[in-house]
């Protein structure tokens, strides 16, 4: 119809692991750059930091309706689990499929302009040619292109590197340029406690740190009381689902058990299994197969891998990857379909209008994927295997078929 308006909608990337009063103060002053609707595009039951959710992707939406955003849909597998540039470009490349115009918003402890400005100097062709030629340095690219950084700046800009949410930020900045150019840019400056602090600050507190309390509350046998004391850092809509769903045995998931089915897997990998992986080269999988078979745990295989040239972090990721059989290909195939977690009403009115704007097959479980295309099958094939290892690692399950059972959650 002519005239019709056009439905603006602002892009959060997000895991909520949980979901907590940083995030919804997050949704809140999203809100106020006057879009019609908010978007999230959330990991799934595994995240970017290597490791398994604190409970089920459907659980984790929910908190997120509950408290503000319109429709949650999924961060494909492949990206949610790899480094920050396939992670953004994950995320950029769902937003971009929906067909819908608006902003991507996120916090960092930078606004727009600042963030802005230091992407185009760290992204430049310029930037790779310094990194090359500080190669034989034996410096980490991240040395390197801080290094870069100082001196082309006027120096109001060196201590953005030092903020781990500015520097994803950056990267979503990066991924937009290249898959969204026409949208936006909202920065929200984070309040409370930095990224993965144990720090408090009144209502406030990591996601990290929450985490923390509940599986030390487990270990000890204690997790009500643990459980309890994170209540004043979590919207109450949030802690009453988290607490539904301990009742049914499925929060917190339990990270022994994952370690039991991780090694199942990795115990039948190859060199040339893990020369598939992403970010595996020059023998580390000479090293990664020598340290599984020397170790009992996932914290212990990450010591006896991790070098100078391979962080703590990275390797973490590397497994997770060869974990759950995301492979280098599989990040260079691109997003294949588009799928809804969750949504309210007007997340009902946004996924209307994506039928007509979506580039890409809208889903709510696997049973509506196309099989006959082979990307869709193989992201399909990911998706439902972590799903079914998942599933393995709560305390008790009444799914069978997590990714083709369990609906999307509609909040009215």
Not at 388 to 409: G, H, T
């Amino acid at each position: 119809m002519v005239g019709e308006k056009k439905l603006k909608v602002s892009f959060i990337c997000s895991e909520y692991n949980p979901f907590h009063n940083g995030h919804k103060y997050h949704i809140n002053e999203t809100k106020k750059s006057g879009c019609d609707a908010v978007i999230c595009i959330m990991s799934g039951n595994f995240v970017q930091r290597g490791d398994i959710a604190v409970c089920e992707k459907h659980i984790r939406a929910k908190t997120a309706v509950l408290s503000g955003a319109d429709l949650v849909i999924e961060l494909p597998l492949k990206y949610a689990v790899s480094t920050a540039s396939y992670f953004a470009d994950g995320f950029i490349k769902t937003a971009a499929a929906t067909g819908l115009s608006g902003e991507i918003s996120f916090g960092a402890g930078y606004d727009a302009a600042i963030l802005e400005k230091v992407s185009s100097i760290i992204y430049s062709a310029e930037a790779e040619e310094f990194a090359l030629s500080k190669q034989t340095e034996g410096l980490s690219h991240p040395k390197v292109i801080a290094e870069f950084l100082r001196m082309k700046s006027d120096g109001k800009e060196e201590n953005v590197l030092s903020d781990p949410n500015s520097v994803l930020a950056m990267e979503y900045i990066r991924a937009r340029n290249q898959y969204f150019p026409s949208a936006s840019v909202n920065s929200v400056i984070r309040t409370g406690v930095s990224h993965d602090s144990f720090d408090c600050s009144d209502t406030f507190t990591s996601a990290g740190n929450i985490r923390r309390i509940i599986y030390e509350g487990v270990e000890n046998g204690e997790f009500m009381p643990s459980f309890y004391s994170c209540r004043k850092f979590l919207p109450e809509n949030a802690y009453n689902t988290y607490l539904e769903a301990y009742s049914q045995g499925a929060f917190p998931s339990q990270k022994d058990k994952f370690d039991t089915a991780a090694f199942s897997r990795l115990i039948n990998m190859s060199e040339e299994d893990f020369l598939k992986i992403n970010n595996v080269n020059q023998g580390l999988e000479n090293r990664l197969t020598d340290a599984v078979k020397n170790s009992g745990t996932l914290e212990n295989l990450y010591e006896a891998v991790k070098t100078k040239r391979y962080t703590h972090s990275r390797i973490r990721q590397i497994i997770m990857s060869a974990v759950l059989g995301v492979t280098k290909k599989d990040l260079l195939n691109g997003v294949s379909y588009i799928r809804v977690l969750a949504f309210n009403d007007k997340g009902r009115e946004v996924l209307h209008e994506m039928k007509k704007t979506a580039l890409l097959p809208v889903i709510v479980n696997l049973s509506q994927a196309d099989l006959s295309d082979k990307n869709i099958a193989r992201d399909a094939k990911l998706d439902y295997l972590s799903g079914k290892l998942f599933s393995l690692c709560l305390f008790s399950s009444d799914k069978n078929n997590p990714e083709y059972e369990i609906p999307p959650v509609y909040i009215k």
